[in-house]
């Protein structure tokens, strides 16, 4: 069963603010691999999962046409409002049953969205719109991030973990398949060319305002949210307090930044 956690147009809207592209390492680690595996075409490139866009567009700069899919209505129109190049196009429909012919896809990607799908089916139509040579990467970013700034990064990232253990009361249990790293992922793949890295880390930059926003759009969060609105809210306001006064800061745009560690599965078709 797909979850939807996602749905709502406030969700969305956080998700437009607070979330970002795969970071630049990660991104490295995907074209030398594609380039390993020797891809040769880059006519249409897919980000299943892709939210409000942010994980679709560093495609544009290397496949003719990309296009981001999402169930959720609201995220695609929140990326469909938001800037893009004309190769980047938007829709909606569910990862288990993808518009795209057999064999026509050079590139399957997804970013902190796999976890969520029916994994069995959708490695199934992963297999099927993949061209006989074309790549899949499944990435997250994982539980284990660190708040970092200055030399405060120990404290802070303690204080991040209260709060995320606070928050995990409400987490769904497809979460499980990230705590696991993504082994789940790579052991559905369908291939006999894969493989699965666990040590990519990655620095993204935040401010403590745009860190928080960040910590909210967590879908454990956004379930806190709905059913304890007033829990949801005094916990961002605790984290708020301890953070600034950790960093002894008053600003909420003082930069703080989020270290992530990612675990990406990769395989290649090959027919
Ligand atoms: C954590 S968000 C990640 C979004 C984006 N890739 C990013 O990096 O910001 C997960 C996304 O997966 C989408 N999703 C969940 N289940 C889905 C399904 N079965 N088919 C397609 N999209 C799905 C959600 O609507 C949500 O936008």
Redesign the pocket.
């Given at each position: 069963m797909?979850?939807?956690?996602?749905?709502g147009k406030a969700h969305?809207s956080v998700?437009h603010r607070y979330?970002?592209?795969?970071p630049e390492k990660l991104q490295e680690v995907i074209w030398a691999y594609l380039e390993n595996k020797k891809v040769s075409s880059f006519q249409l490139a897919v980000?299943?999962?892709?939210?409000?866009?942010?994980?679709?567009l560093w495609l544009a700069k290397r496949f003719e046409k990309v296009v981001?899919?999402?169930?959720?209505e609201a995220?695609i129109e929140e990326a469909k409002q938001a800037a893009h190049p004309p190769n980047v196009s938007y829709l909606v429909?569910?990862?288990?049953d993808l518009p795209f012919k057999d064999n026509s896809v050079d590139f399957v990607f997804?970013?902190?969205?796999v976890h969520?799908?029916?994994i069995p089916r959708?490695m199934k139509e992963v297999q099927r719109v993949l061209k006989p040579s074309g790549c899949v990467v499944l990435a997250t970013n994982c539980m284990d991030m660190q708040v970092h700034y200055k030399d405060c990064t120990g404290k802070l990232t303690e204080i991040f973990k209260e709060f995320r253990a606070e928050i995990f009361k409400y987490a769904n249990e497809k979460v499980s398949r990230v705590e696991d790293d993504y082994k789940m992922v790579f052991d559905t793949l369908p291939f006999q060319d894969k493989q699965r890295i666990t040590d990519i880390f990655g620095t993204v930059p935040f401010t403590v305002a745009g860190a928080l926003g960040y910590f909210q759009?967590f879908?454990m969060y956004q379930t806190c949210l709905k059913a304890e609105p007033e829990v949801a809210k005094s916990l961002i306001q605790n984290i708020e307090k301890r953070f600034l006064e950790v960093m002894e800061v008053s600003s909420l745009e003082t930069p703080v930044e989020i270290r992530f560690r990612h675990a990406t599965v990769l395989g290649c078709k090959k027919s």
């Open positions: 797909a979850a939807r956690l996602f749905e969305a998700y979330r970002f592209s795969p980000d299943v999962g892709s939210g409000s866009g942010q994980s679709t981001g899919t999402d169930i959720s995220q429909c569910p990862a288990e997804s970013f902190a969205a969520w799908f029916d959708f759009s879908s």
